[in-house]
């Protein structure tokens, strides 16, 4: 649908995304609460716990996920 517009922070995620789905609107993005303000962006091993916050609290319910990459992003 084009209403929708997603937003994807891992360009590998959102380049799949397209090859699969020609239509999607989608662009890769981090979303925070400052503008132009660079930041940490954790990967982690299943992708969609991936996020600008520490993982914390979210390893006592999901104890095999790890942080695989750190990368800069705006």
Known sequence: DDKILW???IPEVVNKMKENNSGINIIQAVITDKD???VNFMITNNVQSSSIFSLKTHLQEHPHVFEKERRKAK
């Open 7 to 9: 937003i994807e922070a």
């Open 36 to 38: 132009d303000d660079q």
